[in-house]
């Protein structure tokens, strides 16, 4: 498999004391066309990976690789290759909406002005009106217009609905997947709208307290996720065919509980008769759910 | 590429340009309107407003050095640090394009120069100096210019550097003081990067519009 975005062992620290963020030997492969959701609650270090990806921030230690380009090393390369929308608007804003897309064009040598013109009305944006006087909304679709119209290979996008109306994120998720199914890119994108990523993304990656915690294809994600009902489980349940991420008594039920397991498969369900045990109820978790239980295990002291 | 940087600087710059400008053309015409009768009056007059030229200059350089990156940093630089070109050129650019304003502003100061000393008549054995003084003007404006780019373009770090030496050297002449010592450090500093050779030499020549 080739991987548009490859990070080996990526450590950076926002400075040298002992609990200072860090990311820790990150270790991400990102493959070639894949639309890869980048998950994490508030802090975990999405927007600090994402910014060591594009030469923003320099690695402490460890590789980075972004279409074969070594980064920082050739970042200017890369960049020419990459579409990037970051958390917070970056556009200079005394410029128009015409002069910041003239601007941004200068700079990018596979710029298409005819599908920037064709977004421009899509989107609704004004020409002349000034980035200051933009709404929230207009400047997220701007900054999407820009880093498509570019024609990159890989789009990185740093939450790039983070506070839009549900109206301008089904436009701009709209175009993106346009642009991803005509062009085939590769897209990169952190959300902590878990169900927005469930709909459009094929790989899923979990950052947690500055460490990748989960990286697998969205399917095997979801579908190795689930909540079991289980009676008569034993106390400790000894070598199991999967992992037990969480176990909780049932409600009213004091001989029921309550299993998140992962790497569930159907036939592992014989498992419990084999320990006196009784399966009553499989149930699958969407992948917010599963996000969530993941975390919990993640954080769970180890006993 | 030039282009479009050079337009974004004019678009965040242009009323400062525009103030710079029209001040650029109030100097000269405002030493040389009803000029007095005698030779000594009229270099005086001359001298008392061709104080204001480095003034100026120093202004020119001082605003537009500062207005450069203020976009950028504003924007922390995430936007011109994710542009595929490499950061020196980027700064090549955006450095070009603050010179190409300064040196505007300098045109303007040369032909307000040239509009007041027109069909002046002047008593024998006084000329004018429109172009050398539009010259000066404009070699100081760029040289500010360039310090003050350098400067902005540094990091903190950079700045902290650069107000620490300074804060270090007014502690230093207060010590120098305090013992008693006749060494000025400051003044020394000064005269010698103000007279011939040093790096500000053009801010102590002559800046008349009018001389012998």
């Given at each position: 498999?080739?991987?548009?975005?490859?990070?080996?062992?990526?450590?950076?620290?926002?400075?040298?004391?002992?609990?200072?963020?860090?990311?820790?030997?990150?270790?991400?492969?990102?493959?070639?066309?894949?639309?890869?959701?980048?998950?994490?609650?508030?802090?975990?270090?999405?927007?600090?990976?994402?910014?060591?990806?594009?030469?923003?921030?320099?690695?402490?230690?460890?590789?980075?690789?972004?279409?074969?380009?070594?980064?920082?090393?050739?970042?200017?390369?890369?960049?020419?290759?990459?579409?990037?929308?970051?958390?917070?608007?970056?556009?200079?804003?005394?410029?128009?909406?015409?002069?910041?897309?003239?601007?941004?064009?200068?700079?990018?040598?596979?710029?298409?002005?005819?599908?920037?013109?064709?977004?421009?009305?899509?989107?609704?944006?004004?020409?002349?009106?000034?980035?200051?006087?933009?709404?929230?909304?207009?400047?997220?679709?701007?900054?999407?217009?820009?880093?498509?119209?570019?024609?990159?290979?890989?789009?990185?996008?740093?939450?790039?609905?983070?506070?839009?109306?549900?109206?301008?994120?089904?436009?701009?998720?709209?175009a993106l997947i346009e642009y991803v199914a005509e062009h085939d890119a590769t897209v990169f994108i952190s959300s902590h709208l878990v169900h927005e990523l469930e709909r459009i993304c094929n790989w899923v990656g979990v950052m947690d307290r500055g460490r990748l915690v989960a990286e697998l294809p969205m399917d095997a994600f979801k579908s190795g996720i689930k909540r079991l009902r289980v009676r008569q489980a034993p106390p400790t349940p000894g070598d199991t065919p999967f992992v037990v991420l969480a176990r909780e008594a049932s409600d009213g039920l004091s001989a029921s509980e309550v299993w998140v397991v992962r790497g569930w498969q159907a036939p592992m369900s014989q498992w419990f008769e084999g320990v006196g045990a009784s399966l009553h109820e499989v149930v699958d978790l969407d992948l917010e759910e599963g996000y969530v239980e993941l975390l919990r295990t993640f954080r769970r002291p180890a006993a | 590429m030039f282009r479009q940087i050079l337009f974004t600087q004019w678009r965040w710059g242009a009323p400062l340009m525009v103030l710079l400008g029209i001040l650029a053309i109030a100097i000269p015409v405002g030493a040389l309107s009803t000029l007095p009768v005698t030779p000594s009056g009229i270099l005086d007059r001359v001298a008392f407003w061709g104080w204001l030229y480095p003034m100026l200059a120093v202004l020119t350089g001082l605003l537009i050095g500062t207005s450069t990156w203020a976009a950028d940093h504003r924007g922390n630089h995430v936007y011109a640090l994710t542009l595929p070109v490499p950061r020196w050129y980027y700064a090549l650019l955006r450095y070009g394009a603050g010179v190409v304003l300064t040196v505007a502003v300098g045109v303007v100061a040369w032909i307000g120069a040239l509009f007041a000393t027109s069909g002046l008549d002047l008593p024998t054995g006084l000329q004018t100096f429109a172009g050398a003084v539009a010259v000066r003007f404009l070699l100081t404006s760029v040289l500010v210019y360039s310090v003050v780019f350098a400067m902005a373009s540094g990091t903190n770090r950079t700045a902290g550097w650069i107000l620490a030496s300074l804060g270090g050297l007014i502690l230093a002449e207060f010590l120098v003081d305090a013992f008693g010592s006749e060494v000025n450090i400051l003044e020394t500093l000064a005269i010698l990067a103000g007279s011939a050779g040093g790096p500000f030499a053009l801010f102590s020549g002559t800046w008349m519009l009018v001389a012998i």
């Open positions: 498999m080739t991987y548009a975005i490859e990070t080996n062992d990526l450590v950076w620290s926002a400075g040298r004391r002992a609990n200072a963020f860090r990311l820790d030997e990150v270790n991400l492969r990102v493959p070639q066309g894949a639309m890869y959701g980048f998950l994490g609650p508030n802090g975990a270090g999405k927007t600090t990976t994402i910014r060591a990806l594009v030469g923003l921030l320099r690695p402490k230690s460890g590789r980075i690789r972004v279409l074969d380009h070594e980064i920082p090393r050739d970042i200017a390369q890369a960049l020419s290759r990459v579409g990037y929308v970051p958390e917070r608007p970056h556009l200079y804003p005394s410029l128009t909406v015409a002069e910041a897309i003239r601007f941004h064009a200068a700079f990018h040598v596979r710029w298409d002005q005819r599908w920037a013109d064709d977004l421009t009305t899509q989107f609704g944006l004004d020409r002349h009106r000034r980035i200051t006087a933009l709404s929230k909304g207009e400047i997220g679709k701007l900054m999407m217009l820009l880093a498509m119209a570019q024609r990159p290979e890989v789009l990185i996008l740093d939450e790039p609905t983070d506070g839009l109306d549900p109206v301008v994120r089904r436009d701009v998720m709209m | -």
